[in-house]
């Protein structure tokens, strides 16, 4: 059974938690302000279509979550303008790797390879099927990764212009601007190769006038995110205020442990799902959390977040509609049982938003519908 004491406390009270870390403190915080408890799932397959869903669905959500072996034209540069998207609509990026394997090899699919994982992904997700060394393992990895950045020398440009619609640029091609980027990341050995590959992506350059920051920058720690809420204001402080005091996300990395899946008949037991708890138990200052279809919290020292996949409104004027699902296997489940029948603490949604006619309206309709049932879930009664 969830513990009562974490299913009924708001997520503020949960980030001052003394077992939350500073990530996960930092996203309860973020859901807090933006009263969002909303994951998009971005499971398409261009960086266009993306940074599409970033830019115009990034106020509604919470997390963006990532496939980035699908995109078909990945690159470093990708990966920076979504950074910067994140920033600007305040989200955390999740990339959904569901890391399997070794020790040595994990580390390396998370920290090297073509996508570097670790550079820009808040939060990434493993299966606990090779034993509780692979957290060890990615908890290094990140750590290190960690380490260089906050004892390397950064310059970072950041632009409130926000990204045209394809629609917008192809109308007025002669205003179209080349992407700004946001971060120089340490030199690596492969930039020849890193140079080639933002060739296909080049756009045609015009001269345009932006504000920018410019700012250098050496850290020794990631520090925990300072407070943005004072008793005494109550709720007198407006949502742009509280996010400039909370800030921008620290550079820290968090994981999920696979403990149910939303696919019918998978093979997580619930004797595997009890295992993956007992891992997260050793490892609270790196494992954030879960990827399951109901809370695991059981104990009261257990404040791991869970987010949860198959999500699914009904149609608009369908309400009456039960049971949803597609022929691959996927189970489809209400905001409303997820977050209040089911102890969850974020629904990931996906295709719902994804392929409506207007997934920014779409992806507000689910704000809508989770952050309800999260308030239902507290007592808050709306009349």
Not at 42 to 67: F, N, W
Not at 169 to 193: F, G, L, M
Not at 271 to 293: H, L, P, T
Request: proline share 5%; charged share 25%; hydrophobic share 35%.
């Amino acid at each position: 059974m969830p513990s009562r004491n974490m299913s009924t406390s708001s997520y503020r009270v949960r980030a001052n938690h003394l077992s939350t870390g500073p990530l996960a403190s930092y996203l309860l915080r973020l859901m807090s302000i933006k009263q969002t408890n909303l994951c998009l799932s971005a499971d398409v397959e261009t960086s266009e279509q993306l940074l599409d869903l970033a830019e115009y669905c990034g106020d509604s959500i919470c997390i963006l979550k990532t496939h980035c072996d699908i995109i078909s034209d990945w690159s470093d540069r990708t990966a920076r303008q979504l950074k910067e998207i994140a920033r600007r609509k305040c989200f955390l990026i999740f990339e959904d790797r569901k890391f399997a394997d070794i020790g040595e090899t994990v580390q390396k699919q998370y920290t090297g390879g073509y996508h570097r994982i670790a550079n820009w992904a808040e939060i990434t997700n493993a299966h606990i099927l090779p034993g509780p060394a692979i957290v060890t393992a990615l908890h290094k990895a990140a750590d290190a990764v960690i380490a260089k950045h906050n004892t390397s020398v950064y310059t970072d440009i950041s632009s409130d212009v926000p990204r045209k619609k394809a629609v917008d640029i192809e109308d007025n091609d002669d205003d179209a601007t080349a992407d700004v980027a946001v971060e120089s990341p340490p030199q690596t050995e492969d930039t020849e190769e890193r140079r080639l590959s933002i060739k296909t992506m080049d756009r045609k350059q015009s001269v345009v006038s932006i504000s920018t920051t410019i700012s250098m920058r050496t850290e020794s720690i990631s520090p925990r995110p300072a407070p943005d809420f004072h008793p005494d204001e109550a709720f007198l402080v407006d949502k742009i205020t509280l996010l400039g005091r909370l800030g921008q996300t620290p550079f820290l990395r968090g994981l999920l442990l696979l403990a149910e899946m939303s696919s019918e008949g998978h093979l997580m037991t619930p004797e595997y799902s009890e295992k993956c708890v007992e891992i997260a138990r050793q490892n609270r200052d790196f494992v954030m959390g879960f990827i399951a279809q109901r809370s695991l919290n059981s104990e009261p020292d257990d404040n791991f977040i869970t987010m949860t996949p198959g999500c699914q409104l009904p149609p608009v004027g369908q309400d009456g509609k039960k049971k949803m699902g597609d022929n691959l296997g996927q189970q489809y489940n209400t905001p409303r049982k997820l977050i209040l029948e089911q102890g969850c603490d974020v629904i990931i949604v996906g295709r719902g938003i994804v392929r409506a006619k207007d997934p920014e309206k779409e992806a507000e309709r689910y704000r809508v519908e989770g952050w309800k049932a999260y308030e239902e879930r507290l007592g808050v009664h709306h009349r």
